[in-house]
């Protein structure tokens, strides 16, 4: 084979894959999801997390048992993820193996990446670049282990990012129709973990940034605002209706002896709750929680990444550069704060 051939055949893949870069992203995406959920499922480890067991029972509880009903979706965690689960835990099987549960995760996983890959080229002009920063969350071995158990980790994922997605397609294109689907999304997240929440609250805050930004008029800023907060906002709406109705208390998911905050004050009595109103702990123990999530390279290669679209971006931008940055760290914000509060606890030898 010449050398002239071999650069038509190198040329015509490349052209393939820029015309369907998308479908192929989806299709690897696919192709790890099943992969990971027979790896699990083989290994024996798709229930081996105590909550993903919890989870599964919430969702089969509902459609059987002696008592089934929506009633046993309780008030603690949100219902979404155990709505989605229904469908597949109603066959015995499904349930027994967590095979109900996983398949809910793995078609999330593949929805979240792609929004990743989205929003990656949306912001980033160098496609090699968007491909790279896909790669880095969908191979990353936690996620591909989350990704085949009943966990709610990658429901809130897809979730988010795809709210993420359209919100920042919002921001460059002012498109109110692009502002609308991100609020629908939020609203999902929104009854999948109470990470969105905070996510939605940073949203709301940005809506307002933006449309200052653009100059907007009070009266369309005000406007835009209601038209992201509706959906979005309508989730928190039901959940706190749901805990008066069910339970007569609107707070029964904070208030709780089965809350999480209930849950921590044991530790905080032992003094085994070091990160609790220490803001410097709180940072240091979700810093390390990170670092060992993803690896001390991507971690170091995050923060310079911030630091150098900070830098290069012009002033006229930096105000839109700043929001992107809070929305895309607010999982960071969010976890620091509940740790602080003392609402979430995290064990790092």
Known sequence: MTLNKIDVIFRSIVSFVKRHDTAIVIAIAFIAAVLSVINNYNAGTILAYGDAESHINIAKRVVGGLTPGLGQLGGIWLPLHHIM?????????????????????????????????KLAKTLITKPWVAALAVSIYAFNPNVLYMLGTPMSELPLLAFMTGSLFFFVRWMYDDDIRMLILAGTLAFGGM????????????????????????????????GTAIIFALPALLG????????????????????????????????LTKGELPTYHNVIQSVQYYSQAVIDNIGIVFAVLA?????????????KELTRTLVLIALLLSPFF????????????????
Request: aromatic share 18%.
């Open 191 to 222: 009854l999948v973990r109470y990470d969105a929440w905070f996510l939605i609250f940073i949203e709301v805050i940005a809506v307002v940034i933006i449309g200052i930004y653009k100059k907007y008029s009070r009266q369309k800023i005000e």
């Open 303 to 315: 923060v310079i990444g911030v630091v150098v679209i900070v830098v290069n971006s012009k002033k």
């Open 334 to 349: 969010f976890n620091v704060l509940s740790l602080y509060l003392g609402i979430s606890i995290l064990f790092i030898p």
């Open 85 to 117: 689960m229904m469908p597949f835990v109603i066959n015995d099987f499904m349930w027994r193996s967590g095979l109900g549960g996983a398949i809910v995760s793995a078609i999330c996983y593949v929805a979240s990446t792609f929004f990743v890959y």
């Open 236 to 267: 928190a709406i039901l959940w706190l209706l749901w805990g008066l109705v069910i339970f007569h208390d609107p707070l029964y998911f904070m208030n709780s002896e089965y809350s999480a905050k209930s849950q921590q004050q044991s530790f």
